[in-house]
């Protein structure tokens, strides 16, 4: 059986990472708590608005209503990376070779390694960033569509047009597809590997009856888990055409809760599922069986992280109830 060490915090968390096996949880008011030998608490930030795992360095990347993006690595040392006065960093993202991701208003920046800070400036509000698997490229998520910049070279930005509001973006972890939440119940996607002067084919994929506000790829990326819906929406990208044409895995279906979050296991080809209670399912993408991970708690499953080998998920909700589950039990 699973069990649950609870840990209570005060208020809404924002990201979870597990750094070198500590569990770290990222709370609205700015405060980062490690559950290491002990809970230890440090403030990061005043107001913390995002939070990611920098998987490449093993270390926390949060940005602030302060205007900063720091860096915290397992032990608790934290680091200022950047700063942009008087704005909020609403964004941060993690990419290769050491570079940083994070957006204030219609304005990306890309810190490199040795320091170097590239700007990318759109003509509406930047809503989400990811970084491409391979090469130095970002895709910028806005109103209309996604911006493709190439962040060391000085080649034209691709744009991939397509209306309404784009809230999140990520490329599935081979390169070859592009995924955007949108403001409206539906994710869009791009095919990316089409022959040069092709013209990009698209997918909608729609019929959610609330926002997407959680993606997760699976581990080879032949799977891409979402919320928004009383069960997870999981979408298959085996095929070189993905999920086009193709009906979605529905998993853990619950009569009328969302799932709030979705997780996938680092290896196996399975999937932690948060609700809007605080329930937490593991569900198998194969048959989709079901495990009762935790029960209901507080308030709705804000944030979810596996440990390396897959055997703990820390979790933390929009009421600060949070905890560490040992699957192995």
């Not at 709370?27 to 559950?35: I, M």
């Not at 040795?114 to 806005?142: N, Y």
């Not at 209306?163 to 095919?191: C, I, Y």
């Amino acid at each position: 059986m699973p069990t649950v060490a609870p840990l209570d915090l005060e208020g809404h968390v924002v990201g979870v990472a597990y750094l070198k096996d500590v569990p770290v949880f990222a709370e609205a008011s700015g405060l980062v708590h490690r559950l290491d030998h002990g809970h230890k608490t440090a403030e990061v930030h005043q107001g913390l608005l995002a939070a990611v795992h920098d998987a490449a360095s093993d270390t926390l990347l949060t940005g602030g209503e302060d205007g900063r993006v720091v860096r915290t690595t397992a032990d608790g040392t934290t680091t200022e990376l950047a700063a942009v006065p008087r704005k909020w960093i609403s964004q941060v993202a993690a990419g290769p070779q050491g570079a940083v991701g994070y957006a204030s208003g219609r304005t990306a920046y890309v810190r490199l390694a040795d320091g170097t800070i590239k700007e990318f400036t759109e003509q509406r509000t930047v809503e989400g960033i990811g970084f491409a698997p391979k090469g130095m490229r970002i895709a910028l998520a806005r109103y209309n569509g996604v911006t493709l910049h190439w962040v060391a070279t000085s080649g034209q930005p691709v744009d991939l047009e397509w209306k309404g509001a784009h809230t999140g973006v990520s490329f599935s972890p081979d390169g070859r597809f592009l995924v955007t939440t949108m403001q409206e119940n539906a994710l869009h996607g791009w095919k990316l590997d089409t022959k040069p002067g092709a013209e990009t084919r698209h997918m909608r994929m729609t019929g959610y009856p609330a926002k997407v506000k959680s993606t997760s790829w699976s581990a080879k990326g032949k799977w891409l888990a979402s919320s928004g819906a009383p069960a997870a929406i999981v979408w298959p990208f085996q095929s070189k055409d993905g999920p086009m044409g193709k009906a979605p895995l529905e998993l853990g279906t619950r009569a009328n809760i969302m799932v709030t979050q979705v997780c996938c296991h680092p290896t196996e080809e399975i999937a932690a599922l948060g609700f809007a209670d605080g329930m937490i399912l593991v569900v198998r993408f194969a048959d989709s069986k079901e495990v009762l991970l935790r029960r209901p708690g507080k308030g709705a499953i804000s944030a979810m992280a596996w440990n390396n080998d897959g055997r703990q998920l820390a979790f933390g909700s929009e009421t600060g109830d949070c905890g560490v589950i040992d699957i192995a039990g």
